[in-house]
């Protein structure tokens, strides 16, 4: 049914589009029906879950449809960014097709409804799932670790992880906390806040897919110093414009979708090195099969996510994948995706 509306909905502008896929998801009528695969069943923080496909962040912004998004068959849901006071975002056109390039460029800039509010949209509708919240801080934030620290307070409560978001592109200087001695200092105020607060909660940290590889072993012992159990590699990009087609690409904002494909991979894979399964990984950009998906893999890491993959394809992706995936594994002789994590 997708290919045949998509040129319909395509007619809209993308955001609108988004709002629409929203609220037909709030209606809670989901009418696919989701294959699992032995092959495909993880671990992922000691809950068994059905296969390691994610929704990244980004999609669900304001904690209102990832039950919707589970029966889609997301065997986890990562909302937000949410910050500590509502805001709106950057001013509107803000999101961007490139459709011969299967990819978006946005520059939305954290628009959401705020920490408090998010977090009585997830006590009032529980997760059926695993639940990853995205966290950052607002623009005109004097005290940016503050902001994190407020956030953690008000959410931490709500989910199965936090990730904290030191990777968009679209709040002015916030990737200045891939800078070691930066993100060491936002590290262990969370890590001090989760003591003080004796929560369990897992804290996962968001990177750029811009960095320079010279820099990744020191940002990743960093992490690792710090107890950090989950990376997510990578957010959008700032940069990878060359190669693209549509008069979209000189749209200011992060580029998500398959041309960051590569880019995302071998920064998994310097990353696995680094980490040496101490830290799982969960790779972004550009899955929007079960090749891609696999590739992902292969590179180190243990789970995927999309978002972009969804517009283009629809919202029977993760069967889509999980299909493919499978289908490619039982060729290989793989009894379980956890076998192939890194093998490239």
Same mark, same amino acid.
């Given at each position: ?7 319909? #909905? ?268 101490? #830290? ?65």
């Amino acid at each position: 049914m997708f290919e045949k509306i998509k040129s319909l #909905i395509f007619k809209f502008d993308p955001e609108s589009a988004h709002d629409l896929a929203i609220k037909a998801l709030k209606t809670k009528l989901v009418p696919i029906k989701v294959k699992d695969y032995d092959t495909l069943r993880v671990k992922f923080l000691d809950k068994e879950i059905s296969n390691p496909i994610g929704m990244a962040a980004g999609f669900d912004k304001n904690a209102e449809v990832y039950n919707s998004l589970f029966k889609l068959g997301f065997a986890f849901v990562e909302v937000g960014t949410i910050t500590p006071e509502p805001q709106f975002g950057n001013p509107k056109p803000r999101v961007f097709r490139l459709e011969e390039d299967e990819a978006l460029i946005n520059r939305l800039g954290f628009n959401n409804v705020g920490s408090i509010k998010a977090a009585n949209n997830i006590n009032n509708d529980p997760p059926s799932g695993l639940l990853g919240i995205n966290i950052g801080p607002n623009k005109d934030s004097k005290n940016r670790i503050g902001d994190y620290l407020k956030c953690f307070k008000n959410l931490s409560n709500s989910g199965d992880y936090i990730t904290i978001n030191i990777s968009s592109p679209n709040t002015e200087n916030l990737r200045s906390f891939h800078n070691p001695k930066e993100l060491e200092e936002l590290l262990n105020a969370l890590n001090e806040e989760k003591i003080k607060q004796s929560s369990n909660i897992k804290i996962a940290v968001k990177i750029a897919p811009d960095l320079k590889l010279k820099d990744l072993d020191i940002i990743g012992n960093t992490l690792l110093n710090n107890n950090i159990e989950i990376v997510i590699i990578s957010n959008t990009s700032d940069g990878t414009r060359d190669n693209l087609k549509n008069i979209n690409k000189f749209e200011k904002g992060g580029l998500s979708g398959k041309p960051i494909e590569q880019k995302s991979n071998l920064v998994i894979k310097e990353f696995y090195k680094i980490f040496k399964n101490k #830290i799982k990984i969960i790779g972004v950009g550009g899955v929007d099969s079960g090749k891609s998906a696999y590739e992902k893999f292969i590179s180190g890491a243990s789970y995927i996510q999309l978002y972009t993959g969804m517009v283009y394809q629809g919202p029977n992706i993760v069967n889509k994948i999980s299909e493919e995936l499978n289908g490619i594994l039982s060729s290989d002789g793989v009894k379980n995706i956890e076998e192939i994590v890194g093998s490239n």
